[in-house]
């Protein structure tokens, strides 16, 4: 790995653990501490796109595009909306669904032909329909008129990981594998994000979504590197 991929991987672990002790610290109650998420969020997605696109040889815009949808829902995220219209929230999932969707066409055209494909990873996909099935009845009674939005996100994010299966047998199992976990750590987030903006805050809620959103975002880009 270059010195250059290096730095930015460093910066990129530094600002996520400030963002997190930044997330813990107000989760505490301590609300001067908020200025520590806006200024550290907004730079997570470009350090990792940057480390993806200076550390990779072989650049995949689909990828690259995908981790773009990721930062511009980021912000979206971020905006205050004290009258509780959810338009900010909206734009914010239509950001993260299109980067969803890119992660998967990237996946089948990595795949390509599916010449290497192995029958036993279907077993994989088990998981991520079983997890589907369990969210989306519990999130989907209080999601009112967003109902079939959700539902569009839901099916989405586990066609997302289910498309990770697509791989092996194509590159590195190291490389599979840690594209197949990150996958779930970004449902997971996802996951957390929508019971919380739609049925109930708990505490720390936002230290998780956020460690299994960057880290699910990190292990993507790592498997498609090592691949």
Do not use: C
Request: net charge positive; charged share 10%.
């Amino acid at each position: 790995m270059e010195t250059v991929s290096v730095i930015l991987l460093v910066l990129l672990i530094f600002f996520s653990l400030l963002h997190l002790l930044g997330e813990f610290l107000v989760d505490n109650g301590k609300e001067k501490f908020m200025i520590i998420r806006y200024l550290t969020k907004p730079f997570l997605m470009p350090l990792l796109l940057l480390f993806y696109v200076i550390g990779n040889v072989n650049i995949n815009w689909l990828i690259s595009s995908a981790i773009i949808g990721g930062f511009v829902g980021d912000i979206f995220l971020m905006l205050p909306d004290p009258e509780k219209t959810r338009k900010w929230l909206r734009i914010g999932l239509v950001s993260f669904l299109v980067g969803h969707i890119l992660y998967i066409a990237a996946f089948i055209y990595i795949a390509g032909n599916f010449a290497h494909f192995v029958w036993w990873s279907v077993l994989l996909v088990i998981p991520f329909v079983i997890a589907a099935v369990i969210v989306h009845p519990r999130l989907t009674k209080h999601t009112g008129k967003m109902t079939i939005a959700v539902t569009i996100y839901i099916i989405v994010i586990g066609l997302m990981g289910i498309s990770t299966t697509f791989l092996f047998g194509y590159g590195t199992i190291g490389g599979i594998l840690l594209l197949y976990i990150g996958a779930w750590m970004f449902a997971v987030s996802d996951t957390i994000n929508g019971y919380v903006k739609f049925v109930s805050v708990f505490k720390y809620e936002r230290v998780i979504t956020m460690f299994t959103y960057i880290t699910g975002q990190l292990m993507i880009v790592l498997g498609v590197i090592f691949l």
